[in-house]
């Protein structure tokens, strides 16, 4: 279908020598089937070598939307560029778009220059005009243009700065077009029907009664055989020329309409899967407009998962090419405000995303707000915002939100209870994502009372689910909290740290500007407690900055805060600045410990400060803070001061306050700010619930050493606990059910719920060797409500009769409601 090998590589050579300073645009045209995609492809090649330049290659084509907005998009997502310049797209009027988008590129390759490739520019004049366009956009640049079109006339600039060459189709390239069209008559005929370009090995394609196998067996075979093309690694599309002779002879309509019903098919392949879109972003938005375009009626659905999955993967380049290209009818608009919204917030402009969410009076509008002003700092707005919402119908995600609010405030007494209750109308709507949401603000409640190893389990069981169903921001969250729970278990230990400085990279990825603030300030903590205040200041100040750009008013109050800790000159001044920022915020805890911090050091308020940071503690019922005000009131040395050290030492894990010095505030570690413990604690460091349980959920697995290959039993027991009434041996629970579910490469049998009549025996079946986990979930049976959940961990080996560690059996949780 190509020249051969030796008559290209006289041709690259020619062309090679034809370039110079000015002339840097090339025009390689000619009939479908001449072999100019190959000819470009070695050129790009070996001009990038030649001068050490990147090549960016953008397949153009009939079946690919080619406005000069679309192509400006396309090229910085291909070149990898910052997506930071097109924020102020989001929210704008639609005409901004162009101006922005071609600022961002003459910005970008003025300092990245590289070889682009436009391949199979359009024969009208639109495809002469854009590539006209791009070349005196790249005028002062040292990129290097390369086109390939089927006429002659796309210039791109003025003609002496202009390198044409003319290809011709051999008549062996005809014959091998032709053969190629008998060789796979039925995946030929559904790419040639199919108006959709790209397609990858991996997700979701067009192609119907093949198996995943199948399918790639047949796709590699077919590029292997030069009928598809590889636009980039691992996607591929129907050759043009190929392209052009099947369709030549069919009809339009017959063509339309079974692309039609392809892109019906294939949008709700991917609804019933959903999960991360990383590359197929672009494809996906191509598949929204089509189905736009041709009015199918799973449009819309398909449409707004599209744009929230966008929005939470931080993907603005592919947003603003939905954006342009739904154009601006009012449902459009409608549609897209939300997760523009929420991208415009992610990507550090929360309040564009406030102003446009308030002219809505949606309930997803409502939510979405309150959260932005969550994230502004403005906890006790963000609050007030879910009280405008309809009640008497259980809403998980307003649920989870005011959990999530109330923990950042210190009010926790409600928390648990409203976290249960949106774990439970998750179950019950199906909603995967929202329950991952609810686990995850599970996990940071029980960190924040110190039960350790159920926040990592809660949290780690967050993080499977974020993966499974896409959502890469909450995955990112939950890797920087697991961060803090390693911080507490093992302290400011080398792993622990390194781990704390990648951490702010993974919501960088994501284009989460307040996850990646929320992370570094943990890490300055982390230094500060490490012994590190060099580090912690420029760790904390690259923080400070974060937040007073985002604005984020709680982040800003606990830097400085932290900051001030650092602070050799006037501390108090410092201090009283932090007061009046988290005055904005509605937390509880920051202003307690900053008024105890300023009573550290005695002067004329210290009494009055100690009475008002005390009375705060009370208010949040942190008897924890409660000690540490004792302990600066009367001393280390007193009676009172010394219970109040036994007490706040079995408080914490035990290294955690191993540095302290009693008599010198500042020792304090600035991680146990952000803590606010329950009112019993363990000797171990874990603080205990100071609510008996009603019944206990024990574990018991009846078979050692599980293996691979062979089913191992586990037994689940409910027992009355110290709280149920007449608790003995045989006393009456209420029906309950129970289930199980694998969260790693395994097997449960049964796979439905069961009747639990005192226990219950489940058979598990690892399909690989490893440590496995599983949930059980414990219902009520006449209800149908969740009262409990909880996990445990199996050792698995590969060959039976091997030794492994044995069953790791939590400790057990209480099945309670309240």
Same mark, same amino acid.
């Given at each position: 279908?190509?020249?051969?090998?030796?008559?290209?590589?006289?041709?690259?050579?020619?062309?090679?020598?034809?370039?110079?300073?000015?002339?840097?645009?090339?025009?390689?045209?000619?009939?479908?089937?001449?072999?100019?995609?190959?000819?470009?492809? @070695?050129?790009?090649?070996?001009?990038?070598?030649?001068?050490?330049?990147?090549?960016?290659?953008?397949?153009?084509?009939?079946?690919?939307?080619?406005?000069?907005?679309?192509?400006?998009?396309?090229?910085?997502?291909?070149?990898?560029?910052?997506?930071?310049?097109?924020?102020? #797209?989001?929210?704008? #009027?639609?005409?901004?778009?162009?101006?922005?988008?071609?600022?961002?590129?003459?910005?970008? /390759?003025?300092?990245?220059?590289?070889?682009?490739?436009?391949?199979?520019?359009?024969?009208?004049?639109?495809?002469?005009?854009?590539?006209?366009?791009?070349?005196?956009?790249?005028?002062?640049?040292?990129?290097?243009?390369?086109?390939?079109?089927?006429?002659?006339?796309?210039?791109?600039?003025?003609?002496?700065?202009?390198?044409?060459?003319?290809?011709?189709?051999?008549?062996?390239?005809?014959?091998?077009?032709?053969? %190629?069209?008998?060789?796979?008559?039925?995946?030929?005929?559904?790419?040639?029907?199919?108006?959709?370009?790209? =397609?990858?090995?991996?997700?979701?394609?067009?192609?119907?009664?093949?198996?995943?196998?199948?399918?790639?067996?047949?796709?590699?075979?077919?590029?292997?055989?030069?009928?598809?093309?590889?636009?980039?690694?691992?996607? !591929?599309?129907?050759?043009?020329?190929?392209?052009?002779?099947?369709?030549?002879?069919?009809?339009?309509?017959?063509?339309?309409?079974?692309?039609?019903?392809?892109?019906?098919?294939?949008?709700?392949?991917?609804?019933?899967?959903?999960?991360?879109?990383?590359?197929?972003?672009?494809? !996906?938005?191509?598949?929204?407009?089509?189905?736009?375009?041709? $009015?199918?009626?799973?449009?819309?659905?398909?449409?707004?998962?599209?744009?929230?999955?966008?929005?939470?993967?931080?993907?603005?380049?592919?947003?603003? %090419?939905? @954006?342009?290209?739904?154009?601006?009818?009012?449902?459009?608009?409608?549609?897209?405000?939300?997760?523009?919204?929420?991208?415009?917030?992610?990507?550090?402009?929360?309040?564009?995303?406030?102003?446009?969410?308030?002219?809505?009076?949606?309930?997803?509008?409502?939510?979405?707000?309150?959260?932005?002003?969550?994230?502004?700092?403005?906890?006790?707005? #963000?609050?007030?915002?879910? &009280? *405008?919402?309809?009640?008497?119908?259980?809403?998980?995600?307003?649920?989870?939100?005011?959990?999530?609010?109330?923990?950042?405030?210190?009010?926790?007494?409600?928390?648990?209870?409203?976290?249960?209750?949106?774990?439970?109308?998750?179950?019950?709507?199906?909603?995967?994502?929202?329950?991952?949401?609810?686990?995850?603000?599970?996990?940071?409640?029980?960190?924040?009372?110190?039960?350790?190893? +159920?926040?990592? @389990?809660?949290? +780690?069981?967050?993080?499977?689910? =974020?993966?499974?169903?896409?959502?890469?921001?909450?995955?990112?969250?939950?890797?920087?909290?697991?961060?803090?729970?390693?911080?507490?278990?093992?302290?400011?230990?080398?792993?622990?740290?390194? &781990?704390? @400085?990648?951490?702010?990279?993974?919501?960088?990825?994501? $284009?989460?500007?307040?996850?990646?603030?929320?992370?570094?300030?943990?890490?300055?903590?982390?230094?500060?407690?490490?012994?590190?205040?060099?580090?912690?200041?420029?760790?904390?100040?690259?923080?400070?900055? /974060?937040?007073?750009?985002?604005?984020?008013?709680?982040?800003?109050?606990?830097?400085?805060?932290?900051?001030?800790?650092?602070?050799?000159?006037?501390?108090?001044?410092?201090?009283?600045?932090?007061?009046?920022?988290?005055?904005? *915020?509605?937390?509880?805890?920051?202003?307690?410990?900053?008024?105890?911090?300023?009573?550290?050091?005695?002067?004329?308020?210290?009494?009055?400060?100690?009475?008002?940071?005390?009375?705060? =503690?009370?208010?949040? $019922?942190?008897?924890?803070? +409660?000690?540490?005000?004792?302990?600066?009131?009367?001393?280390?040395?007193?009676?009172?001061?010394?219970?109040?050290?036994?007490?706040?030492?079995?408080?914490?894990?035990?290294?955690?306050?191993?540095?302290?010095?009693?008599?010198?505030?500042?020792?304090?570690?600035?991680?146990?700010?952000?803590?606010?413990?329950?009112?019993?604690?363990?000797?171990?460091?874990?603080?205990?619930?100071?609510?008996?349980?009603?019944?206990?959920?024990?574990?018991?697995?009846?078979?050692? =050493?599980?293996?691979?290959?062979?089913?191992?039993?586990? %037994?689940?027991?409910?027992?009355?606990?110290?709280?149920?009434?007449?608790?003995?041996?045989?006393?009456?629970?209420?029906?309950?059910?129970?289930?199980?579910?694998?969260?790693?490469?395994?097997?449960?049998?049964?796979?439905?719920?069961?009747?639990?009549?005192?226990?219950?025996?489940?058979?598990?079946?690892?399909?690989?060797?490893?440590?496995?986990?599983?949930?059980?979930?414990?219902?009520?049976?006449?209800? &149908?409500?969740?009262?409990?959940?909880?996990?445990?961990?199996?050792?698995?080996?590969?060959?039976?009769?091997? &030794?492994?560690?044995?069953?790791?059996?939590?400790?057990?949780?209480?099945?309670?409601?309240?």
């Amino acid at each position: 279908m190509s020249k051969p090998r030796v008559e290209h590589d006289a041709e690259v050579r020619r062309l090679r020598r034809s370039l110079g300073d000015d002339r840097r645009v090339v025009v390689l045209y000619g009939p479908p089937g001449a072999g100019k995609s190959s000819l470009a492809r @070695k050129l790009a090649g070996e001009l990038g070598s030649d001068r050490r330049l990147p090549v960016h290659w953008l397949a153009i084509g009939v079946r690919r939307p080619t406005g000069l907005e679309r192509l400006l998009l396309r090229l910085l997502l291909a070149s990898g560029a910052p997506q930071t310049e097109l924020r102020p #797209a989001l929210l704008s #009027a639609s005409e901004d778009l162009v101006n922005l988008a071609a600022t961002a590129c003459r910005d970008w /390759f003025r300092a990245h220059p590289a070889v682009i490739v436009l391949d199979d520019l359009s024969e009208a004049a639109d495809g002469e005009d854009l590539l006209g366009t791009v070349a005196r956009l790249l005028d002062d640049t040292r990129c290097v243009l390369i086109a390939t079109a089927r006429l002659s006339r796309a210039s791109g600039s003025d003609g002496s700065a202009v390198v044409r060459h003319r290809m011709d189709l051999t008549p062996e390239a005809s014959r091998n077009l032709r053969s %190629m069209e008998r060789l796979a008559p039925v995946l030929l005929h559904t790419l040639a029907t199919w108006e959709g370009a790209e =397609f990858s090995l991996d997700i979701a394609s067009p192609f119907v009664g093949l198996t995943p196998v199948w399918r790639r067996d047949v796709i590699e075979w077919a590029h292997r055989e030069g009928m598809l093309q590889r636009p980039r690694p691992g996607w !591929y599309e129907l050759r043009p020329a190929l392209h052009t002779r099947l369709t030549l002879t069919q009809p339009h309509d017959t063509l339309r309409s079974g692309s039609r019903r392809l892109d019906s098919g294939l949008a709700r392949a991917v609804l019933n899967d959903p999960g991360e879109l990383g590359d197929a972003a672009e494809p !996906y938005v191509d598949l929204a407009l089509r189905l736009g375009r041709s $009015g199918e009626s799973n449009s819309r659905e398909f449409t707004t998962w599209l744009a929230h999955q966008l929005a939470r993967e931080g993907a603005l380049l592919p947003l603003l %090419m939905l @954006k342009s290209g739904l154009g601006h009818t009012i449902d459009n608009r409608d549609a897209l405000t939300i997760p523009l919204a929420v991208a415009a917030r992610q990507a550090g402009r929360p309040r564009a995303a406030a102003e446009a969410l308030a002219g809505l009076n949606t309930p997803d509008a409502v939510r979405e707000l309150a959260v932005t002003h969550h994230h502004m700092g403005q906890l006790t707005v #963000a609050e007030a915002t879910l &009280d *405008t919402l309809p009640t008497g119908v259980p809403d998980g995600w307003a649920l989870h939100t005011r959990a999530a609010i109330r923990t950042d405030r210190g009010a926790l007494q409600d928390v648990g209870r409203l976290l249960r209750l949106a774990i439970e109308t998750h179950q019950v709507r199906g909603d995967r994502r929202g329950e991952a949401w609810a686990v995850f603000h599970y996990g940071r409640l029980r960190l924040m009372r110190g039960d350790l190893e +159920e926040a990592r @389990k809660r949290l +780690e069981t967050a993080g499977h689910t =974020f993966h499974e169903v896409g959502d890469v921001v909450g995955a990112a969250w939950t890797n920087t909290e697991l961060c803090r729970v390693a911080l507490l278990l093992n302290g400011p230990e080398p792993d622990v740290l390194l &781990d704390l @400085k990648t951490a702010p990279s993974a919501h960088q990825g994501q $284009g989460d500007v307040r996850g990646e603030a929320w992370a570094i300030l943990l890490q300055g903590v982390a230094y500060a407690d490490a012994g590190l205040p060099g580090s912690s200041a420029l760790v904390l100040n690259q923080a400070l900055r /974060f937040f007073e750009s985002l604005p984020d008013r709680l982040g800003l109050a606990w830097t400085l805060h932290h900051l001030a800790w650092l602070t050799t000159d006037d501390r108090a001044a410092s201090l009283l600045r932090v007061l009046n920022v988290f005055a904005d *915020t509605g937390c509880g805890t920051g202003p307690a410990w900053t008024l105890l911090q300023l009573a550290a050091r005695p002067d004329s308020t210290a009494r009055t400060r100690l009475d008002e940071a005390r009375s705060r =503690f009370e208010a949040l $019922g942190d008897t924890a803070g +409660e000690h540490w005000v004792a302990v600066v009131r009367d001393g280390p040395g007193s009676h009172r001061g010394a219970q109040a050290i036994r007490a706040l030492t079995n408080c914490f894990p035990r290294h955690v306050l191993k540095n302290t010095e009693w008599d010198d505030f500042d020792t304090v570690p600035l991680v146990v700010r952000h803590l606010l413990p329950e009112a019993a604690a363990s000797a171990e460091g874990t603080w205990a619930s100071d609510v008996s349980p009603a019944a206990l959920v024990r574990l018991l697995l009846l078979d050692d =050493f599980p293996t691979t290959g062979t089913a191992a039993r586990v %037994m689940l027991r409910v027992d009355p606990g110290p709280a149920h009434s007449g608790a003995t041996s045989d006393a009456h629970l209420p029906p309950l059910t129970a289930r199980a579910t694998p969260l790693t490469h395994a097997d449960v049998d049964p796979a439905h719920s069961v009747l639990v009549d005192r226990a219950a025996v489940f058979r598990f079946a690892a399909h690989l060797a490893g440590r496995h986990r599983i949930r059980f979930t414990i219902e009520d049976m006449q209800s &149908d409500t969740v009262l409990q959940q909880v996990e445990t961990e199996i050792d698995v080996t590969g060959t039976p009769g091997t &030794d492994v560690a044995p069953f790791a059996i939590p400790h057990p949780e209480t099945a309670r409601r309240h």
